[in-house]
């Protein structure tokens, strides 16, 4: 049975990266409330979704071109005939060290490639997806939300991290910036910006391996210290689903006079 109160059942909803981890989660949330979601992602292979009112398609999409971010878009507006929510969720993340004082050079230290491939899908993807999505939103003169992903690390920094916590700050500069933008064109724009999460297969061996020797700690040591919750107040790492109650509350109605801020759902973890 489809919750109502927050009144999504009928709205088109994109969110990138959503075949797994965080976005699956956001994208099966929306459905479980009517709405009609466009999953986009690298994957070529559809993830399985439950369905009751809303309706579901997958796009295979590169948000960091284009031309495939454009395709996507106009393939949306074809088959649901407008776009009233983007959540701007795909990101990557490759710890790499800014200087690597055992070996220069070496294979977690940070090079260009690496530089560009998380700028790229982070900030680059979210420009081209949001600037893609607004062009229609302001076509059909229906206003809209835009909601962009971002990370607590963007707000504090963290170790090992640089590249990543850079381009999530650069999000929460874009949410800013957009929502002076779009407000008087009744389109919001907001940002969450989730804490540690309960794990998922986006927390791969290598990215383990990666992060922990930027650390200068061994793989066991890095998982250990995903249960010390001492910075955390709640006690506990944030669940998936209690971030995608979030988007879908701010995605809606409920939430039309919140605009240009970015919330921290992170259990009230601080640099303290």
Known sequence: MTDSWLQLKGKTVIVTGGASGLGKVISQEYLNHGANVVVCDLNSEAPDFTTSEGKVMYIVTDVSNKESVEAMVNKTISSFGQIDILVNNAGINIPRLLVDSKESNGKYELDEIVFDKVMNVNVKGTFFCTQAVVRHMIKAR??????????????EGSEGQSVYAASKNAIN?????WAKELGRLGI????????????????TDEYEKALSYTR?????????????????????????????????YLGSERASYIHGVTYNIAGGKTRG
Do not use: F, H, M, Q
């Open 216 to 248: 200068g700690i061994e793989v066991e040591e890095l998982k250990a210290g995903y249960n010390k919750l001492s910075t955390i107040p709640l006690g506990r790492v944030g669940k998936l689903k209690e971030v995608a109650d979030l988007v879908c």
């Open 142 to 155: 229906k206003g809209g939300v835009i909601i962009n992903i971002s990370s607590e690390c963007g707000l």
């Open 188 to 203: 919001r724009v907001v940002g969450v910006a989730p804490g540690i999460l309960e794990k998922t297969g986006l927390r």
């Open 173 to 177: 500069s874009l949410t800013r910036s």
